[in-house]
């Protein structure tokens, strides 16, 4: 862990509020020795079960949405891409790497440039900057983008607190594609899966170019039973919500009131952002820090003696 070793303080004594994970995990029960044994097994029902959990007509289960970030750029000609920023940077690196042109926008101007470009990859809501999308502006825009053999690409890793605003049920339609996470939501990022939301026939380009056993035996057999737990996601947004409000309203109390944020993280934009990364980072808590914009992103406590940290070091930043 880089902070450990800059700030000299041992790995195991940090407060961890860098990420967008939930701090509310899914319960992960004993795994079957055939798991681990057998290779992974398409027929095992996971796909019905992620069809049934996001709404989508057809999607394919990836090795994170990350590998879906990597591999989308090689399915197209070279192409205009307009990506949002800020965002996750993989996305625009993913693209450029695989010799597109890419230019990088903020969330309304992408949005009414669209007829510039013929990709637009938007993330829904946007992680850091939490920018959220009226579902029918863009199925307007990926008409247009369709129209003309475009892509609408849509990152929702953060939607599971508000699956009412996603995309997927409506990406049998080409060119539109919807990128799934299992990693924020159920706190589960080690199992490196995810899935992609599309057409039928560009999943069997995506399969094709990604080969067989993405997602291993073991982490299917865990995600199967943690998308079929439709009590446990109830409980899961109430939860994320409530500490995501919490978290703002003592943020603001310190005078670090959020510019944006989602059920899983707030974020704050300010020039004294790289100040108040530092000053943490020197009681062990560790934020997320963006140069550009000057910003930091809020993960959420986990418990109320996580809080109690928080706010004492926040305290401890003012004087």
């Known amino acids: 862990m880089r902070a450990a070793r800059t700030y000299g303080i041992a790995p195991a004594d940090w407060l961890d509020l860098s990420t967008g994970i939930s701090p509310f995990a899914w319960p992960v029960p004993a795994i079957p020795a055939a798991a681990w044994t057998r290779l992974p097994d398409d027929e095992d029902g996971l796909v019905e079960v992620a069809q049934t959990y996001y709404g989508a007509p057809q999607l394919l289960p990836v090795a994170g949405s990350q590998a879906a970030i990597q591999m989308l750029p090689l399915l197209r000609s070279v192409s205009r891409v307009g990506v949002i920023a800020p965002g996750y940077n993989e996305h625009a690196h993913a693209w450029r790497r ?47 983008l369709a129209a003309r053999g475009g ?4 990152d929702e890793a953060f939607m599971d607190a508000t699956p009412e605003d996603s995309l997927c049920t409506y990406t049998a339609s080409e060119g539109l594609i919807v990128l799934r996470s299992v990693g924020k939501f ?3 990022a080690g199992a490196r899966a ?17 080969g067989p056993w993405t997602v291993s035996g073991p982490a299917r057999h865990v995600l199967r039973h943690a998308l079929a737990d ?28 959020p510019t944006a944020g989602c059920a899983f993280f707030q974020w704050w934009r300010s020039d004294r952002a790289g ?31 996580a809080f109690e ?11």
């Not at 990709?119 to 959220?132: A, E, K, Q, S």
């Not at 892509?151 to 849509?154: G, S, T």
């Not at 599309?198 to 094709?208: G, K, Q, T, V």
């Not at 409980?235 to 009131?257: M, N, Y």
């Open 98 to 144: 695989a010799g597109h042109q890419v230019i990088e926008l903020a969330a309304e101007e992408l949005l009414a440039r669209v007829d510039d470009v013929d990709v637009v990859v938007l993330i829904h809501p946007n992680n850091p900057g939490g920018d959220r999308f009226d579902p029918a502006a863009l199925l307007a825009c990926h008409a247009r």
């Open 151 to 154: 892509w609408l690409i849509v």
């Open 186 to 188: 159920f706190g589960m």
């Open 194 to 210: 995810g899935f992609v939301c599309a057409n039928a026939s560009l999943l069997d380009e995506a399969r094709e170019q990604l």
């Open 230 to 257: 439709v009590a446990w996601h109830a409980q899961a947004r109430v939860s994320l919500h409530a500490c995501s409000v919490r978290l703002a309203q003592w943020l603001t109390k310190h005078d670090i009131a």
């Open 275 to 305: 100040d108040v990364h530092r000053a943490l980072a020197e009681q062990g808590i560790l934020t997320r820090f963006f140069d550009q914009p000057h910003s930091l992103r809020f993960g959420l406590p986990q418990d109320a003696a």
């Open 309 to 319: 940290r928080l706010d004492a070091a926040l305290a401890r930043c003012r004087r």
